[in-house]
């Protein structure tokens, strides 16, 4: 029990040890920051996080973010109106997330394989699509997404605080996220149960894709620009989220509030560096000890247990 | 003698394998080790190749003693065996097989492919079998794959050679090919064990005979001198230790009809009906079709024709959904890897089969499942600390009451029993029979599949036996397991000229 709770003491402990260290660090301003930055890994790391529960992987995350910020920015470049471009950019995430899930499962190919393939593709489409150039002609109001404030807190923290209900609504409480543990944990025995296996794995990655699509319209909006080249290598920062806060690569295992957990960890932890004034390089050097540390802990917790 | 074991013992945890093993063999000889499934037959073959240490005993080769603690000692000293499942690697040649690990060199760690592959031309050659040296292994049937076992063997200079149900996967005209080339081995002085579950190959190959029941070697001797009979007592023996009594109820409705059902090459014209309340017996040894129809009947490999009705009903059976919707449900062989979500809490493996039942647009509702759990678990009688319990964690018999318990929760009407007792404790057997005769008198129709033969006896009402994928006859529950084993061992049309 002492080691479940270890992902949380660990965010307490990192959130008093900082308040401690620095003054700048207990400050509306640099928590609403805090926020903002990690409000995007957070969000497609609940995605994976339904993923990685039904026993999946998605690499191309990173890239899917870029195509959705993309599209979103470049229909309002060409006058649609912001909730349109938001939608759009929502809609292209969850298309390819879509095109994941049937790949993985009519191909019945794994789903590293597949992944890293999208990964590539559309990427590469991103690039093709933009001509490698960043999109820049959007309404300014579009900046309210990743940067306005409502009711005295970051707009994005709402975003992220439904997002998570949302996702834990799915795992917990519908038989969409109780198919994806049981997928997650015994995929045969899932199929010998009846279970429309390939459906459920299918729409795990569409919905995967959909909140990938809206974290890329508030990077997007932070940035103010749609960049093809944005997103690079988040997705290896939204499964360590996921298996920071006890999700487990093998499947059947996982939770939002892990996750969310594994996420301000990660972004307490790169904060934290940057007020102490410690090199960049030794930041992502850090983060990687924790992820593996994390990991550990939690094996040993698992093996204890036995099953 | 070439090899002699005496008193060998073997124990698995607190599992005892192997309690008395005895057994010589001759070289110029082929010897048959015969025995149920279990008896210890590979157990006692795996200590001879290596693969296992004995526990107590001795093993005298050549008239000295030996200890062998790996594969390649007994390799070193000449003992070979070809396996029920193929040990070579799938990429490689023919040639390359043969040699692998003692590749003809020329120096500095270089193999000499050309050598190699003459040399493994002169031996196919000298064997007259059907292959060439550089095709890959992979594409071989498996009778291909035992041959190039036979040639590594020979090659390595083997003098002993174990078959281990060599014919289990071949056709007949493989295992006649099989039975030439072991011929051949005894005429060139090397000596042979051949385990075998089917009576009917006996004579054709066999010299002596040790035959294994429940772990301990209970006959030994020449074959000439042995009726298939006597061998057949020998085999079954034991004496009968009634565990469970059923007293069987007036069959209902018909819930099962299947109607020459065919899978090539596992399943031919399979025909037999279940009636509600019926506890129908599905006998027959390793690889006589018996998991494969239940996995026909679920779905899970398709058939090639016939008809099943559920409950008066025809229907179409492409998958385990629709298997699960036609009120079919499977008790797998190997729960573990098929019936649990080992990970999950008892509570999640117990409803997954029917979460419609317990939610709403798509909705779980909590409080009722908790209810349906406890109900559940209350009527199967599960043993679990909390239904939040993980699964994998229940002691096994648990485990499989979890597993019929989720099918109770479906309503299913037809249960199909594959080795529903593998691995569960005797009081748990007893629990799990109870459960299925209380299925049955609920109006469920049971087919149960099982190698233990007095598992049937006393529980089935009546017993269908089943060899190499065909319905050979059907038995009264009150069957001897003499009556079994003749039908689901001998070939019919020699039935009569073996049964002395």
């Known amino acids: 029990m002492i080691q479940r709770l270890l992902p949380f003491f660990t965010l307490a402990v990192l959130f008093v040890g900082l308040s401690l260290a620095s003054p700048y660090f207990l400050t509306g301003t640099n928590l609403s920051s805090v926020i903002r930055q990690t409000a995007v890994i957070n969000i497609m790391a609940l995605g994976m996080t339904l993923v990685i529960v039904a026993g999946g992987i998605d690499l191309s995350v990173g890239s899917i973010l870029a195509m959705g910020g993309l599209m979103g920015t470049m229909a309002m470049e060409h006058g649609l109106p912001i909730q349109m471009g938001v939608a759009i950019g929502i809609l292209t995430g969850g298309f390819w997330g879509l095109a994941n899930g049937v790949m993985t499962t009519r191909l019945r190919i794994n789903p590293f394989i597949v992944t890293l393939g999208t990964l590539g593709i559309v990427r590469g489409l991103a690039l093709i699509i933009s001509d490698g150039l960043p999109v820049h002609k959007i309404p300014a109001r579009f900046s309210f997404l990743g940067e306005g404030n409502l009711l005295g807190v970051p707009f994005v923290l709402w975003v992220l605080v439904v997002c998570a209900l949302g996702v834990h609504i799915i795992l917990e409480h519908t038989r969409l996220g109780r198919y994806a543990f049981a997928i997650g944990s015994n995929p045969e025995a899932a199929y010998y149960a009846g279970i429309p296996v390939a459906f459920h794995t299918t729409a795990v990655y569409a919905i995967c894709g959909l909140l990938t699509g809206l974290a890329g319209m508030i990077e997007a909006s932070r940035l103010m620009t749609g960049q093809p080249t944005a997103g690079q290598t988040y997705e290896l920062q939204a499964i360590a989220a996921v298996v920071i806060g006890g999700g487990s690569l093998r499947g059947g295992e996982g939770s939002v509030l892990g996750t969310l957990v594994g996420a301000f960890i990660m972004g307490l932890l790169s904060n934290g560096s940057d007020l102490l004034g410690i090199s960049p390089y030794l930041q992502q050097a850090i983060i990687g000890a924790v992820i593996i540390l994390a990991v550990s802990v939690d094996e040993l917790r698992k093996r204890k247990l036995g099953a | ?500």
């Open chain 2, 1 to 500: 003698m070439l090899l002699e074991l005496r008193k060998v013992q073997k124990r698995f945890g607190g599992v005892v394998a192997l309690s008395r093993g005895d057994l010589s063999v001759q070289a110029g000889q082929v010897h048959l080790l015969l025995g149920e499934n279990g008896a210890g037959k590979s157990t006692l073959m795996r200590i001879v190749a290596g693969m296992l240490e004995r526990d107590a005993g001795d093993m005298l080769w050549q008239g000295r003693p030996v200890h062998l603690k790996k594969p390649s000692e007994a390799a070193a000293i000449g003992i070979a065996m070809v396996h029920q499942e193929s040990l070579l690697a799938p990429h490689l040649s023919v040639a390359e097989n043969i040699f692998l690990g003692r590749e003809p060199m020329r120096g500095a760690g270089f193999v000499d492919r050309g050598r190699m592959l003459r040399m493994a031309a002169r031996l196919i050659e000298e064997h007259r079998f059907p292959l060439q040296p550089d095709w890959r292994v992979e594409k071989l049937t498996p009778a291909g794959k035992q041959l190039v076992e036979i040639c590594r063997a020979v090659q390595h200079g083997s003098s002993l050679l174990i078959f281990d149900e060599p014919t289990s996967s071949l056709s007949e005209s493989e295992t006649r090919e099989v039975f030439r080339i072991v011929s051949q081995l005894r005429e060139r002085g090397m000596g042979v064990i051949y385990i075998t579950h089917r009576l009917e190959e006996l004579r054709a190959v066999g010299d002596s005979v040790t035959i294994l029941r429940d772990g301990a070697t209970v006959h030994s001797g020449p074959l000439e001198e042995l009726p298939t009979g006597e061998i057949i007592r020998h085999m079954v023996g034991r004496e009968i230790t009634a565990i469970y009594h059923r007293s069987p109820l007036p069959p209902g409705e018909e819930v099962l009809r299947v109607d020459g059902l065919r899978r090539r090459p596992v399943l031919k014209d399979i025909s037999f009906s279940v009636r509600a309340g019926e506890i129908v017996g599905l006998a027959g040894l390793v690889g006589a079709g018996r998991t494969e129809l239940c996995r026909a009947l679920f779905g899970l490999d398709r058939y090639d024709k016939g008809i099943i009705h559920v409950a008066g009903k025809p229907v179409q059976i492409r998958s385990p959904r629709q298997a699960v919707r036609a009120g079919l449900a499977l008790i797998p062989e190997d729960r573990q890897r098929s019936g649990l979500a080992r990970s999950l809490p008892v509570s999640h493996n117990l409803t997954l089969a029917n979460l419609t039942a317990v939610s709403r647009f798509g909705f779980l509702r909590h409080s009722t499942e908790r209810d349906k759990v406890e109900d559940f678990s209350r009527r199967l009688r599960i043993r679990a600390e909390s239904p939040k319990q993980r699964a994998g964690r229940l002691s096994g018999g648990n485990q499989q009451k979890v597993v019929i318990a989720k099918w109770v929760f479906r309503g299913a009407r037809m249960f199909l029993f594959d080795e529903p007792t593998r691995g569960i404790d005797v009081g748990a057997k007893v629990e799990v029979f109870e459960l299925m005769d209380q299925l049955a008198r609920s109006g469920a129709g049971i087919l149960m599949v099982s190698s233990e033969m007095q598992e049937l006896i006393q529980v089935a009402d009546r017993i269908l036996v089943m060899r190499r994928g065909r319905i050979t006859g059907e038995l009264p529950g009150a069957a001897s397991q003499e009556e079994i084993m003749r039908l689901a061992a001998l070939e019919e049309a020699a039935g009569g000229e073996l049964l002395q």
